[in-house]
């Protein structure tokens, strides 16, 4: 495996299920991120972790709870979602968030297409 | 307020035209500059990246940054249909110890065949 992979693909939940998303990242970088996706909006970055620590949160709500175990894998939590909640999640990774400069570069997964009923 | 303005289109050429996308941003620290293409249902992939003011080109892809106006460009020469796609603009904006890429709502691009 290559780049950045995200499962599911496609997710279907009710608003009171709990699921989890999963990213993995194969590029040896250093941070990743989760943004939300949603039609006739810009990208929305919801969390970012450098080293597996997380270092911005960009006031989401709580029934999104990410964690990062280690530099490489990377899930969002979640938890009795809201159908407005409905929305591709990406994952990327980058080398680094310190340096005004290309290792700011982000390489994205293919996504995971989550639709609450 | 970082923000980031793009046209939303769709901006329409012809095959074999010049597609011109325009981007604005409100950050003045801002150093580097991305553009990404993402294809209807998949996640969008970096085309070009510039941190100078003046022009970068890379094939039929070229940059224009002009820092002063806080405005960058894409330009993609000879057109083909296989370049419709949404263009997303990406300044690099500094926060908290960190620097993060800010996404403009991006362009979407039609070439005619």
């Known amino acids: 495996e290559t780049g950045v992979t995200q499962t599911p693909r496609h997710l279907v939940m009710g608003m009171t299920n709990k699921k989890s998303l999963k990213c993995e990242q194969h590029?040896?970088?250093?941070?990743m991120y989760w943004y939300k996706q949603s039609a006739k909006k810009p990208l929305e970055l919801m969390f970012v972790?450098?080293?597996?620590?997380?270092?911005e949160n960009n006031s989401v709500p709580s029934r999104f709870s990410p964690e990062c175990p280690n530099s490489s894998h990377l899930f969002l939590h979640l938890h009795t979602l809201q159908p407005e909640d409905s929305a591709l999640y990406l994952c990327?990774?980058?080398?680094?968030?310190?340096?005004?400069?290309?290792?700011?570069?982000?390489?994205f997964g293919a996504g995971s297409r989550l639709t609450v009923l | 307020q970082k923000e980031v303005e793009q046209n939303s289109g769709p901006l329409s050429v012809p095959e074999g035209a010049i597609a011109s996308l325009n981007c604005t941003y409100s950050?003045?620290?801002?150093?580097?500059f991305f553009w990404y293409r993402q294809y209807s249902g998949k996640s969008p992939e970096l085309i070009m990246s510039i941190y100078s003011n003046g022009d970068k080109e890379d094939g039929r892809f070229t940059a224009q940054l002009n820092k002063a106006s806080q405005y960058v460009s894409l330009l993609i020469r000879d057109s083909q249909p296989s370049d419709s796609a949404t263009y997303l603009c990406?300044?690099?904006?500094?926060?908290?110890?960190?620097?993060?890429?800010?996404f403009g709502k991006g362009t979407k691009l039609s070439v005619i065949p």
């Open positions: 950050d003045r620290g801002s150093q580097s």
């Open positions: 990327a990774s980058s080398q680094d968030i310190t340096a005004n400069s290309g290792a700011n570069v982000l390489t």
């Open positions: 990406a300044p690099l904006y500094s926060g908290a110890g960190s620097y993060q890429l800010t």
């Open positions: 590029l040896g970088h250093n941070a």
């Open positions: 972790y450098n080293f597996k620590e997380q270092t």
